[in-house]
């Protein structure tokens, strides 16, 4: 299950990849966690980046951990949930990326991390829903979560799911407003366009507060302990 990812291309790729004008407000993210502020476009503005938080705000999560119901959102339970089914209606989204992390499960106690990325750390778009609501302050915070689907055959041995990565011919259609709920679920397949590559990477990456470049670097597998591991 997809938990961290990152976003770390130029701001000019960012801009051809989407279409979108990026400011200074945009920074390079190698491990975006929950409670992240973290950049998004929706179709209120599609033309920039808009930056929300992924799951909840971090003031709200100070006694306990971000349940992944807030996190995540797979594909499958969307037509079963109002509040999915609503958002999905009105409130969709894309969460700029170029990878995504997740854990290979090696034993009961073990499990190694991998980075998952396309060609030339190609930019990619995931589906997302973004909620917002009024803080105890009056402040209107906004969320998302990113929208998960059943593994690839590159995933499928580390983990059984995936974010949706949409193909870059439906990116304008999953924000289009015409668009019906059943024609939006029908962009959210696991993706083929392009072939992922993959590799392990630093356990560091478990660690929200760590987010230096040397993430994206391929190591020799290891598990969460720093512990080298023979199963990558």
Same mark, same amino acid.
């Given at each position: 299950?997809?938990?961290?990812?990152?976003?770390?291309?130029?701001?000019? +790729?960012?801009?051809?990849?989407? @279409?979108?004008?990026?400011?200074?407000?945009?920074?390079?993210?190698?491990?975006?966690?929950?409670?992240?502020?973290?950049?998004?476009?929706?179709?209120d503005?599609?033309?920039?980046?808009?930056?929300?938080?992924?799951?909840?705000?971090?003031?709200?999560?100070?006694?306990?951990?971000?349940?992944?119901k807030?996190?995540l959102?797979p594909?499958?339970?969307?037509?079963?949930k109002?509040?999915?089914?609503?958002?999905?209606?009105? @409130?969709?989204?894309v969460?700029?990326?170029?990878?995504?992390?997740?854990?290979?499960?090696?034993?009961?106690?073990?499990?190694?991390?991998?980075?998952?990325?396309?060609?030339? @750390?190609?930019?990619?778009?995931?589906?997302?829903?973004?909620?917002?609501?009024?803080?105890?302050?009056?402040?209107?915070?906004h969320?998302?979560?990113?929208?998960?689907?059943?593994a690839?055959?590159?995933?499928?041995?580390?983990?059984?799911r995936?974010?949706a990565?949409l193909?870059?011919?439906?990116?304008?259609?999953?924000?289009?407003?015409?668009?019906?709920e059943?024609?939006?679920?029908?962009?959210?397949k696991?993706?083929?366009?392009?072939?992922?590559?993959?590799?392990?990477?630093?356990?560091?990456?478990? @660690?929200?507060?760590?987010?230096?470049?040397?993430? +994206?670097?391929?190591?020799?597998?290891?598990?969460?302990?720093?512990?080298?591991?023979?199963?990558?």
């Amino acid at each position: 299950m997809p938990q961290n990812y990152s976003i770390s291309a130029p701001s000019h +790729l960012v801009e051809e990849a989407f @279409n979108v004008d990026v400011t200074d407000c945009y920074h390079h993210r190698y491990n975006a966690c929950p409670t992240q502020l973290l950049p998004v476009i929706t179709s209120d503005n599609p033309d920039g980046l808009s930056f929300f938080y992924w799951g909840m705000n971090p003031g709200f999560t100070k006694s306990k951990s971000v349940s992944k119901k807030l996190m995540l959102a797979p594909v499958e339970e969307i037509p079963h949930k109002t509040s999915l089914r609503k958002h999905l209606r009105t @409130n969709r989204c894309v969460i700029i990326a170029d990878g995504f992390y997740d854990w290979k499960i090696l034993s009961k106690k073990g499990k190694t991390p991998y980075r998952f990325f396309l060609p030339g @750390n190609e930019p990619f778009a995931i589906a997302g829903l973004w909620d917002a609501f009024d803080s105890e302050n009056g402040e209107i915070i906004h969320t998302f979560k990113m929208i998960t689907t059943l593994a690839n055959n590159a995933v499928a041995d580390v983990s059984d799911r995936m974010p949706a990565i949409l193909e870059k011919d439906f990116l304008i259609e999953w924000l289009n407003d015409s668009n019906t709920e059943e024609s939006l679920i029908a962009l959210l397949k696991p993706y083929k366009e392009k072939a992922l590559d993959r590799y392990t990477v630093n356990p560091k990456i478990s @660690n929200p507060d760590y987010d230096e470049a040397s993430l +994206l670097n391929r190591v020799p597998p290891a598990d969460q302990f720093g512990n080298l591991t023979l199963f990558g």
